[in-house]
């Protein structure tokens, strides 16, 4: 329930091998998942993420896939969901949809890596036992300022997987790394 979502105005769902497809990166989870869904979808508009559901909206692409605090806003748009892509991954791979990380370099030293493991573990604890302090912040960064949006949008990214990947977690990022080397999506590595 956390993933990318691909929207569309109301009406006739769109071709999607001929429909111009805004997404929020050409080299992120979310157009991977796209092309993993739809590999007909060839005319894919990259732009930023926060310009897709008004380019939708205004008829600028016949569809969109939405990240972030508009999975949570796009109805105010006039728009609807065509696809959770992030339901459909976990309905194809009964695992969870790996988005957003934060990597360290295997040649980094192993003191280095787990120092920035650890900063990071004590910047997720502080910051769930002290919620509203760090409201300022996220309002500073963020595209909605609605305080129910920002919670529910937290609530999804920063969970358990944030603080231990586990098993299971990486299983889901092999898993996709697979499915895109196998598509061509990305480079197959050694």
């Known amino acids: 329930g956390c993933g990318p979502l691909l929207v569309i105005r109301p009406g006739r769902p769109p071709d999607l091998g001929r429909s111009s497809v805004a997404i929020p990166g050409a080299y992120t989870t979310a157009a991977m998942l796209l092309r993993l869904y739809a590999?007909?979808?060839?005319?894919?508009?990259?732009?930023?993420?926060?310009?897709?559901?008004?380019?939708?909206a205004r008829g600028e692409a016949d569809?969109?896939?939405?990240?972030?605090?508009?999975?949570?806003t796009y109805q105010?748009?006039?728009?609807?969901?065509?696809?959770?892509?992030?339901?459909w991954w976990e309905e194809e791979t009964s695992l969870p949809i790996p988005l957003g990380c934060i990597a360290a370099r295997r040649s980094l030293p192993?003191?280095?890596?787990?120092?920035?493991?650890g900063a990071v573990r004590?910047?997720?604890?502080?910051?769930?036992?002290?919620?509203?302090?760090?409201m300022a912040y996220i309002r500073a960064h963020a595209q909605e300022?609605?305080?129910?949006?920002?919670?529910r949008h937290i609530g999804l990214y920063v969970n358990e997987y944030s603080l231990n990947i586990g098993g299971e977690g990486r299983a889901a990022i092999?898993?996709?790394?697979?499915?895109?080397?196998?598509?061509?999506?990305?480079?197959?590595?050694?």
């Open 63 to 72: 569809c969109g896939v939405i990240i972030h605090e508009s999975r949570f």
């Open 174 to 190: 092999s898993e996709l790394l697979r499915r895109g080397r196998a598509a061509g999506i990305i480079p197959a590595t050694d």
């Open 145 to 151: 300022m609605n305080g129910t949006v920002l919670q």
């Open 110 to 117: 192993d003191n280095v890596r787990q120092e920035i493991e």
């Open 76 to 87: 105010e748009h006039g728009l609807v969901c065509l696809r959770d892509l992030g339901q």
């Open 122 to 134: 004590q910047s997720l604890l502080w910051a769930r036992a002290n919620p509203q302090a760090c």
């Open 39 to 56: 590999p007909q979808a060839r005319q894919l508009m990259v732009m930023p993420f926060d310009r897709i559901m008004g380019a939708v």
